[in-house]
Structure formats: C-alpha cells, structure tokens
C-alpha cells in the first residue's frame, strides 16, 4: 500500500504500540485517525484524536461516522487496542473478564465490520489486528488474556480468507513483550521486551508492501 495520501485508523492510540504506530504511519506520509479514552499525545496536521471507548458499540459507530464524514474513505485499520492481567482464575472477577473480551476481542469485531463494507467496493484495503504470543501459547495466569489472544488468531485467520478474494489484506501481528503501560496492570514482569517504535517501524513496513503481498501473520519477539 502507497501510504502517502491514505487514511488510517489505529485503536489504542493513546500509549505504548499504538502510539508509536501512529507515529511511524505519520511519518509515512498517512493520515491517522486515533481512538482511545484517553488523549493521544501527538499534535500533528495529519493527525485527529477520536475519544472513543471500543468497549461501547455506539462510540465505535460515532468515530467511525467522524472519519468516513472527514476523510471519506478508510484504507488501513490498526485493531491494536488491548488490556491484559495474568492471576489465577479464582482471581478474576466475571466483569474483568468481560472487560477483556470486549476490549481485546468484541471491539476488533465492532470496528472491523464499519471498514469492510467500503473496502469491498473499493477493491483494497488493509486491516492490521495485534495479537501476542500469548495467542500462540498458553501462560500461566493467562486464562483471559491467552483465551482472547488465541481468539484474535482465529478472528483474524477467517477473516483474512473470507476477505482476500475481494482484495483485502488481513494481517495478526503476534509480539512478544514490549516495554509499555500494559505492565503497569499486568502482573507480571517481561525478561526481555522491545521497543514500541521498532515494532511500529515493522508494522508499517509490512503495510507498504506491494498490494500483491499477503504478510497474514507474523511472530515478533525480543532476542
Ligand atoms: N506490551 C506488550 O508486551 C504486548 C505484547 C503483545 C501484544 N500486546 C498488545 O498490544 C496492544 C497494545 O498494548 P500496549 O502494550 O501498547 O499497551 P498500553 O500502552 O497499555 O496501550 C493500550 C492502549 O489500548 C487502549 N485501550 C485500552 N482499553 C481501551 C478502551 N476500552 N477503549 C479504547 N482504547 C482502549 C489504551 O487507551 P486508553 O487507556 O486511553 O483508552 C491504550 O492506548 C494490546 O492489544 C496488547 O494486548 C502488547
């Protein structure tokens, strides 16, 4: 994809890997489009902040409104927006877990279904969707997050068959750690981790690869 001129919009705009997505998109020349609660720290001509909450349907529908009313067209989402903790299962509350699911795997769903309609009648398009390793394997302590991860997975890998034949490029970019704010909540400590904006960096290159090229899926991990 030509990223000069095109439209993005990246969930979980506000820190950590979606930020620097962002950031490296801007810097490719895209105009972004960033929804999060809180507000994405980049003043940028090419750049609107949409104060969205993922895990609220009418949100979704209301940023989506705004960018297709701003920009008319959408050519990439970036279905980044997550949350994860890692406790034994006595100590998860039924409503964190749902939170979970809505955040990490409901709003990939809710947001994916507002593009798909305009990029099968534009022909292309592109949707990025962030797993983790923990949708490879399981974790101890991971029952939320490794069941919404591996859920992602599955998401993405339908996803990207029910959609390549109408152009469409479906790609789950699987990381390992990355030193953000997800650790803050986490309950865990990560051994070795990477930076956001390598990871970014590699995102977005896979995203300007020829149209022709289907990256469906990619583990990322620190060495
Ligand atoms: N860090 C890692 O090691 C790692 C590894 C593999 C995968 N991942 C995945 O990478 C993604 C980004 O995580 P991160 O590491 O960059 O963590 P982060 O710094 O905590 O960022 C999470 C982002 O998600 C947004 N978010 C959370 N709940 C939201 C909601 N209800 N509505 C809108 N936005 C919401 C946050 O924005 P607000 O709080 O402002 O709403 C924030 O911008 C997640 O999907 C995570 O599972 C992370």
Redesign the pocket.
């Given at each position: 994809m030509n990223l000069a001129d095109s439209t993005a919009v990246v969930?979980?705009?506000?820190?950590?890997?979606?930020?620097a997505i962002c950031r490296a998109l801007l810097d490719a020349g895209a105009s972004v489009f960033g929804?999060?609660?809180?507000e994405?720290p980049i003043a940028h001509e090419r750049f609107r902040w949409l104060k969205?909450?993922?895990?609220v349907e009418a949100e979704i529908d209301q940023a989506f409104e705004a960018v297709f009313a701003e920009s008319g067209r959408i050519d990439l989402l970036v279905n980044?927006?997550?949350?994860?903790f890692f406790r034994d299962i006595e100590s998860i509350d039924p409503v964190e877990w749902r939170r979970l699911i809505d955040?990490?795997l409901t709003?990939m769903f809710l947001c994916t279904r507002k593009v798909v309609p305009s990029m099968k009648a534009a022909g292309r398009g592109m949707i990025v969707n962030?797993?983790?390793?923990?949708g490879k394997r399981g974790i101890r302590g991971g029952t939320a997050?490794c069941a919404s991860?591996f859920a992602v997975n599955g998401f993405s890998e339908s996803l990207m068959e029910e959609l390549r034949g109408f152009g469409i490029r479906v790609s789950c970019i699987?990381?390992?750690?990355?030193?953000?704010?997800?650790?803050?909540?986490a309950g865990i400590e990560?051994k070795k981790?990477m930076q956001?904006d390598d990871l970014a960096q590699l995102i977005v290159s896979l995203v300007a690869l020829p149209d022709g090229m289907l990256p469906d899926e990619m583990t990322v991990r620190p060495l």
């Amino acid at each position: 994809m030509n990223l000069a001129d095109s439209t993005a919009v990246v969930t979980g705009s506000s820190s950590g890997i979606g930020l620097a997505i962002c950031r490296a998109l801007l810097d490719a020349g895209a105009s972004v489009f960033g929804l999060s609660r809180r507000e994405t720290p980049i003043a940028h001509e090419r750049f609107r902040w949409l104060k969205t909450d993922v895990t609220v349907e009418a949100e979704i529908d209301q940023a989506f409104e705004a960018v297709f009313a701003e920009s008319g067209r959408i050519d990439l989402l970036v279905n980044n927006a997550g949350i994860g903790f890692f406790r034994d299962i006595e100590s998860i509350d039924p409503v964190e877990w749902r939170r979970l699911i809505d955040t990490n795997l409901t709003a990939m769903f809710l947001c994916t279904r507002k593009v798909v309609p305009s990029m099968k009648a534009a022909g292309r398009g592109m949707i990025v969707n962030i797993g983790s390793v923990a949708g490879k394997r399981g974790i101890r302590g991971g029952t939320a997050y490794c069941a919404s991860k591996f859920a992602v997975n599955g998401f993405s890998e339908s996803l990207m068959e029910e959609l390549r034949g109408f152009g469409i490029r479906v790609s789950c970019i699987n990381p390992g750690s990355v030193m953000t704010e997800f650790f803050d909540h986490a309950g865990i400590e990560p051994k070795k981790h990477m930076q956001s904006d390598d990871l970014a960096q590699l995102i977005v290159s896979l995203v300007a690869l020829p149209d022709g090229m289907l990256p469906d899926e990619m583990t990322v991990r620190p060495l």
